[in-house]
């Protein structure tokens, strides 16, 4: 795997939900926006990580990333269908294999 390139993920989320999102804005909610809810969770997370101590920085992000990717694609609880979207990316892309099961473990539950 390449190094992470962050953006490029967001944008692939984005890629993902714009369609299901043009349509799904929540009439008591109009200002609601995943995009913006996946940065700003990446932004929280950038600013936490450096203060805790063992964990896997790149695994933590992937899976801020994605936590949210497969709400409302289907019947499926989201947090499974973004954890399916996360492997499929994640496969095509050259992702360790190590790495794309404790990510989707993350997503999952």
């Given at each position: 795997?390449?190094?992470?390139?962050?953006?490029?993920?967001?944008?692939?989320?984005?890629?993902?939900?714009?369609?299901?999102?043009?349509?799904?804005?929540?009439?008591?909610?109009?200002?609601?926006?995943?995009?913006?809810?996946?940065?700003?969770?990446?932004?929280?997370v950038?600013?936490?990580?450096?203060?805790?101590?063992?964990?896997?920085?790149?695994?933590?992000?992937?899976?801020?990333i994605?936590?949210?990717?497969?709400?409302?694609?289907?019947?499926?609880?989201?947090?499974?269908?973004?954890?399916?979207?996360?492997?499929?990316?994640?496969?095509?892309?050259?992702?360790?294999?190590?790495?794309?099961?404790?990510?989707?473990?993350?997503?999952?539950?």
């Amino acid at each position: 795997m390449d190094e992470l390139k962050f953006d490029e993920l967001v944008e692939y989320i984005f890629s993902k939900a714009k369609k299901k999102e043009e349509g799904n804005r929540l009439p008591l909610f109009p200002f609601r926006n995943r995009y913006l809810h996946i940065k700003r969770v990446f932004g929280w997370v950038e600013r936490i990580l450096p203060g805790v101590d063992n964990v896997d920085e790149n695994i933590i992000k992937i899976a801020a990333i994605f936590h949210d990717c497969g709400y409302g694609l289907g019947k499926e609880e989201h947090a499974h269908i973004g954890a399916q979207i996360f492997k499929e990316y994640a496969e095509n892309n050259g992702f360790d294999k190590d790495v794309i099961d404790k990510v989707y473990y993350m997503i999952d539950n």
